[in-house]
């Protein structure tokens, strides 16, 4: 099926720009039914951050990465768990794909630690193939794999900034918008 009038939608942006807050914003605002994951940055008392959580829409939660995890990948300061990433956002977006009802797959997000995952990367281009509108965050730095991505002739691609973050999501909602 050709989606050249139907576009998956990728987000990037730089770290700490609202790439995450903007894609929790859109999921009630969706005019269908989504799956899939989203990560938010765990911080200690003092306010650093050390880690990364990863949850699915459903609920399902797990720290994907920590500067305390025990864990021979590693990206940066942190230890990356693969088998949380597989467990939670792979098996959320396993969902989506199999259940009829749902109509966007939510990513949130692509980048280096996930891509670390080989079933990560499968599902995504899985995703990609379907019937289903994916939604995604994607790293903003170059990668081959996300270069690809980005290529994609079925991608629209959004650049989110601090001086658009408030318009957004209205941009994104308006670009859904297609005629069958």
Do not use: C
């Not at 025990?70 to 990356?80: A, D, E, F």
Request: glycine share 8%.
């Amino acid at each position: 099926m050709a989606r050249t009038h139907r576009p998956h939608i990728l987000i990037t942006g730089r770290p700490g720009v609202g790439k995450t807050t903007l894609i929790t914003r859109l999921i009630p605002r969706l005019p269908g039914r989504a799956a899939g994951f989203y990560t938010r940055e765990r911080r200690d008392a003092q306010g650093r951050r050390i880690g990364f959580e990863i949850a699915s829409l459903t609920g399902e939660r797990g720290i994907m990465a920590g500067v305390d995890l025990k864990s021979l990948h590693r990206v940066g300061k942190y230890r990356v768990d693969i088998e949380t990433i597989d467990r939670v956002g792979v098996q959320a977006i396993r969902h989506g794909l199999s259940d009829p009802s749902v109509m966007f797959i939510i990513m949130d997000e692509i980048a280096t630690m996930e891509l670390l995952s080989p079933s990560f990367r499968h599902i995504v281009l899985d995703a990609l193939a379907s019937s289903k509108r994916v939604i995604a965050t994607i790293q903003q730095r170059s990668h081959p794999f996300l270069d690809q991505l980005r290529s994609r002739p079925d991608i629209a691609l959004f650049s989110l900034t601090m001086d658009n973050r408030e318009t957004m999501a209205d941009r994104i909602l308006t670009s859904l918008q297609w005629r069958e």
